[in-house]
């Protein structure tokens, strides 16, 4: 027997009730005006949820856009050590360190952008950071743009999340 | 009123069947049979035959002509792949013969007259099927039979095993 | 009376008949959509407001109807330019056509004239309804065709085909209705269906043709090219089949096409085997209830009820058709042709013969 070749049990034969096809009919009939009418009676029941005006509370390990976080002074917590530039396996982190005016730390980021339509939402970056500077919890699927220039997202927007 | 009105639809029927023969594109040729059809399917319906006008649109605009366009569409020639048609001797001969055909019509219309303005009821649906049942029985049963052997005959062309 | 009255009528029936049926295709649009939500556990359209009032998506119609008016109306490139822009009149034609022979109410009498509440009372009434009827084919054929697309191709050629072979069935599954009542003038047929059955059941074609009801109703459903029989459309192996490449208005027209023939539908199943206007045990003077117990009625509130009971029973089939869509999966090909041909054709005959039998037979006359 060829490998991958399955045979299926075909349906039995069907009844002569079956067979003449209307009053299966009639009974899908049934079952759709049981819904309708379920649905018109508890209108509030329909799993529907309008989206704009209410949003689905997103599970609490769920991965979503990127934000940088603060020390107390407000100065990025990033020290740019690339740990996570160099865990990301699709390469979407750009980072460009300079030397910090603050002599308790040795480096800050000058440039840290994502490039959204790269990133695969895998959270390696969070994983390596080693002072929890970069979390995934905004609760936000990245939002549409009209150009491509506006989805790498800038330390401004990072840090302001 | 009624003469206008035949007038009106005998020129849209003798128009449209021109424009049949004379157009180039085959898609064009059908619309303007079904146009001839209706003209003459209104002509009936000036008579007083509301039945037969109501045949007519059935069968031949309804289901007759579709299948020509049924053909057109499967063969879809591209535009510029029609056949350019020539003025022929063999052509021009058949202009000819057609004018003589309409000329032997007209001789012939004018010694057999049709009887002048017909009953209300004469092509009403009863009236037609009580003449079709009673008086033209005989050629109404041929006519069956010859349909089905048509029938079977396409069957048998068509299907190689029985 | 002065010829003014009688024109005045026959506009004011015109206007009456075309606004019932136009209002109740942009309602069905609205219904279609809601029915089909509600029926998968949705909410369906609820969005466009008027001044804050959305009243359960009422309002979408109009929106689409202005989106339609305002989108581009293009043409694409190889489409035959006349016949492509030809063919959404020759859909949406033949089906306004047809409203013209239903008969919407019983005649009436208004200043000593007689007026039937139809526009216009054709001796020939059912056959002109399947002339006009089997015209909406080209339009479909047209569009297939001219689009000069692969998809619209097909779908045109799958409605030809379709539609010749249901109109076979259609035309003769209603010979049993002519045949009982003994006319094919829809006027009379509704009157027909006003006398009791055995005392009991009112003549309602249903009852007295339950299998041409059954076959009617099937090739009503093929003819509108509705679920389960919408193949020419099937999007999900022709896009959206004969219309694919029309936009804006021209898309909007066989859309409003499609919508007539439903309405239309209805209400010519209503006329043939539901009474029409027919109210149960409703004479010209009041109820009369088969037990010999009457009740007396003013003439304006039978008229009332007569024309609510036609209004009624066409709003029913129109739900009909929307619950059926969203019930039944679509055949596939060849299973509709081998139901159009082997199974409703003979049974159409087989309804024939036995209508002709029973009234040969066992009453001499009609029942």
């Known amino acids: 027997m060829t490998i991958g070749v399955k045979k299926v049990a075909r349906p039995e034969q069907m009844s002569f009730g079956e067979s ?19 649905n018109i009676a508890h209108n509030k029941e329909i799993p529907t949820i309008e989206y704009p005006e209410v949003r689905r509370t997103m599970p609490a390990r769920f991965r979503g856009c990127h934000r940088l976080m603060k020390r107390p002074d407000g100065s990025p917590r990033c020290v740019a ?26 480096k800050y980021p000058v440039r840290f952008d994502i490039d ?29 743009e009209d150009t491509r220039e506006k989805l790498i997202y800038m330390i401004d927007k990072l840090l302001e999340k | 009123m009624e003469l206008i009105l035949f007038i009106l639809f005998g020129a849209i029927a003798v128009g449209g069947a021109i424009m049949v023969v004379t157009r180039r594109h085959p898609m064009a040729s059908a619309l303007y049979l079904i146009l001839t059809l209706f003209a003459v399917a209104a002509l009936f319906a000036l008579r007083q035959a509301h039945f037969l006008a109501a045949i007519q649109v ?5 289901a007759v002509v579709v299948l020509f366009i049924f053909v057109i569409m499967l063969v879809n020639v591209p535009e510029n792949k029609l056949p350019m048609e020539r003025v022929t001797g063999m052509r021009l001969l058949g202009v000819v013969a057609a004018g003589l055909l309409i000329l032997e019509s007209a001789v012939l219309a004018r010694k057999f007259a049709m009887p002048a303005g017909s009953t209300a ?37 068509a299907k190689k095993k029985i | 009376m002065n010829p003014l009255f009688d024109i005045a009528v026959a506009v004011a029936r015109v206007a009456v008949f075309f606004a019932f049926v136009f209002g109740l295709v942009v309602v069905m649009t609205w219904v279609e959509r809601k029915g089909a939500a509600y029926i998968q556990d949705r909410r369906g359209p609820n969005r466009a407001r008027i001044l804050g009032l959305t009243l359960g998506g009422v309002f979408h119609p109009l929106a689409d109807a202005l989106k339609f008016l305002f989108k581009e109306d293009f043409i694409p490139d190889g489409a035959h330019r006349l016949f492509y822009q030809l063919a959404p009149m020759f859909a949406l034609a033949p089906a306004i056509m047809t409203m013209a022979v239903v008969p919407f109410g019983p005649p009436v009498t208004i200043a000593g004239k007689t007026i039937a509440l139809q526009i216009a009372d054709l001796n020939v009434g059912i056959l002109y309804l399947f002339a006009v009827s089997g015209m909406a084919v080209y339009g479909v054929v047209l569009a297939g065709w001219s689009s000069n697309s692969k998809y619209p191709l097909l779908g045109g050629l799958r409605s030809s085909a379709q539609m010749i072979s249901y109109e076979v069935s259609m035309g003769l599954s209603v010979m049993g209705i002519l045949m009982v009542f003994q006319s094919v003038r829809l006027s009379e047929i509704a009157l027909g269906q006003g006398e009791l059955l055995y005392g ?48 804006s ?37 009041g109820f009369a209830f088969p037990g010999g117990i009457s009740v007396a009625v003013p003439a304006a509130a039978v008229l009332i009820l007569r024309i609510g009971s036609f209004v009624g029973k066409t709003l029913f089939f129109c739900w009909l058709y929307v619950w059926v869509r969203w ?32 009234l040969l037979f066992i009453d001499k006359g009609g029942f």
């Not at chain 1, 790269?118 to 699927?141: N, S």
């Not at chain 3, 009801?213 to 099937?234: K, S």
């Not at chain 3, 999007?235 to 029309?246: C, F, K, P, T």
């Not at chain 3, 909007?252 to 206007?277: N, Q, R």
């Open chain 1, 20 to 38: 003449l096809y209307l009053l299966e009919i009639m009974k899908g009939l049934a079952v759709t005006m049981g819904h309708f009418l379920h």
């Open chain 2, 58 to 62: 059935i069968v031949y605009a309804g």
């Open chain 3, 249 to 285: 208005f021209k898309f909007s027209m066989f859309m409003m096409a499609e919508y007539i023939h439903m309405v239309v539908g209805a209400a010519v199943v209503s006329t043939l085997f539901f009474g029409g206007w027919q109210f149960p045990y409703l004479a010209d003077k």
């Open chain 1, 81 to 106: 050590c690339y740990m996570c530039a160099t865990a990301c396996p699709a390469k979407c982190i750009t980072i460009v360190a300079g030397e910090s005016p603050d002599p308790a730390v040795e």
């Open chain 3, 327 to 358: 019930t039944v999966p679509r055949f596939r090909y060849d299973q509709v042709m081998r139901l159009g041909w082997k199974v409703m054709l003979p049974l159409s005959l087989l309804n024939i013969f036995v209508t002709g039998l029973v």
């Open chain 3, 200 to 247: 009991i059941l009112p003549k309602w074609g249903v009852f007295v043709q339950p299998l041409g009801f059954v076959l009617f109703l099937t090739a009503l459903y093929a003819e509108a090219n509705r679920t389960p029989f919408d193949l020419p459309e099937g999007e999900s192996e022709l896009v959206a089949g004969y219309h694919l490449e029309y936009a």
């Open chain 2, 121 to 157: 009821d004469a092509g009403s649906v009863q009236a037609v099927g009580r003449a079709l049942f009673t008086d033209y029985l005989l050629a109404f049963e041929i006519t069956s039979v010859l349909l089905l052997s048509a029938v079977i005959g396409a069957i048998a062309l």
């Open chain 1, 116 to 144: 959204m339509l790269r990133c695969v939402f895998c959270g390696q970056c969070v994983e390596a950071c080693p002072c929890d500077a970069i979390r995934m919890d905004t609760g936000w699927h990245t939002p549409p």
